[in-house]
């Protein structure tokens, strides 16, 4: 199971259903070295792990369990957790509920009872490498809509502020919403450190600037610079800074017109943040549209 390894530092989620106890501990010692399991006797139970949880990657559940058939449950997951992948355990042949269930989407695959141990880890497997496509696609998706908002938003803001430092607060607005950050600034740079002018939005403080080694390596590399979880990795001082800011991931952004840096965007959510690939370059053609938007002011 490579690919599931190389996401132990960061486990994909899993929950398990089954009302044997017995298939339930099988089932989380399998799985527990490459996913964080959940647990569930039932289909009422696992739906409040969810609720509790939030989405996870791969759903395994037996059939035939008291109360709540096991396609029934995963029926119900659907409309919140449209991109987690679904597996049935049976040990009937319950075929006419199974193929409803495929051609509805509710269902990527069926294991019979008792299961092969490396078929349902291969299973396992290709579920969890769909659900990362998925998130992949509906990242890019989402991304792609964000840009065209953010081009057209910069267009505005360029035509309507009077100069640069007044549309610093608006352009940490868009930054914020574009971004889905809970707190967004931009602080103008001088002489290749930080100036006077900035420009906060949400729950932005204006410290994390100041008093960051981020925002120095950021402008000497003059690249995206980001900590995806502020409780590691980070010396003490600065952890210090991000608990009194209540910041669990942070990324700095030059903003860079002509070869220099011009100004820097900070980007704070409250929870740890996963900076993938697709992020940064997005953060990065948000830093040109922002510098463009500066120029023209």
């Given amino acids: 199971m490579a690919a599931a390894r190389s996401r132990n530092a960061n486990k994909a989620k899993m929950l398990v259903v089954d009302d044997e106890p017995d298939n339930l501990d099988l089932l989380y010692r ?34 035939r369990m008291p109360e709540m058939k096991g396609t029934e449950f995963l029926s119900k997951t659907v409309p919140e957790f449209p991109d987690t992948v679904r597996i049935i355990l049976t040990g009937f042949t319950d075929v006419e509920d199974l193929v409803d ?121 003059q690249q995206v610079k980001y900590v995806p979880d502020t409780s590691r990795g980070v010396d003490a001082d600065v952890k210090a800074l991000y608990e009194a800011a209540n910041v669990g991931a942070h990324g700095v952004i030059p903003v860079i017109f002509r070869g220099a840096v011009v100004a820097l965007i900070s980007l704070q959510w409250q929870q740890p943040h996963e900076f993938t690939e697709t992020l940064q370059d997005f953060l990065t053609m948000a830093a040109q549209q922002v510098a463009l938007t500066l120029a023209c002011l």
């Fill in 30 to 63: 399998t799985f527990r070295r490459d996913f964080n399991v959940l647990r569930a006797e039932s289909g009422q139970q696992a739906l409040s792990v969810l609720a509790e949880h939030g989405e996870v990657a791969v759903i395994i559940s037996d059939q």
């Fill in 101 to 221: 269930a495929i051609n509805a989407g509710q269902v990527y695959r069926y294991i019979t009872k008792p299961w092969n141990p490396d078929e349902l880890k291969l299973v396992v497997e290709q579920a969890a490498t769909t659900y990362d496509l998925l998130k992949q696609r509906g990242e890019a998706i989402d991304l792609l809509h964000n840009q065209h908002w953010l081009v057209m938003e910069m267009t505005n803001i360029a035509q309507s502020e009077e100069n640069a430092v007044a549309a610093l607060p608006t352009i940490a607005a868009v930054l914020q919403k574009v971004a889905g950050a809970e707190g967004a600034g931009i602080h103008l740079v001088e002489d290749g450190g930080l100036g006077n002018d900035v420009g906060l939005a949400g729950t932005a403080t204006p410290e994390l600037f100041k008093q960051n080694p981020l925002v120095a390596e950021a402008i000497a590399a």
